[in-house]
């Protein structure tokens, strides 16, 4: 049973910066995209993320050059460093990978940044 947990969520004022993580455990082949979506009240589940297994990145534009993704193959763990962090970047930020065919999320981590 493949799991992933994040971390690192919490409460920051604007311009601040805060450091996703994502474990990933159980029995897993090979992964192949790791990502970051968000999902704010009354909004979809958006890409925020993503990053290959040959490490090329996808950033969606209203984060680009704020956050960088990066991965840890060996630990199985993702990564997002969020810097100038805007409120309108609150939301329950969620990790998913593609492994197999298969796309596996996590249970998401509150990110709450105040003005």
């Known amino acids: 049973q493949v799991q992933l947990v994040e971390s690192g969520g919490g409460l920051v004022q604007a311009g601040g910066s805060l450091r996703l993580s994502c474990a990933a455990s159980g029995i897993i082949f090979s992964i192949n995209t790791m990502g970051w979506y968000r999902q704010a009240p009354g909004k979809q589940r958006s890409l925020v993320a993503a990053i290959t297994s040959a490490g090329s990145t996808n950033y969606a534009d209203s984060v680009k050059g704020r956050f960088t993704i990066s991965r840890d193959n060996a630990k199985k763990m993702v990564y997002l460093q969020m810097n100038s962090l805007k409120p309108e970047d609150t939301a329950v930020y969620y990790c998913?990978?593609?492994?197999?065919?298969?796309?596996?999320w996590g249970q998401g981590t509150q990110v709450t940044v105040s003005s």
């Open positions: 998913k990978i593609m492994s197999s065919g298969t796309d596996y």
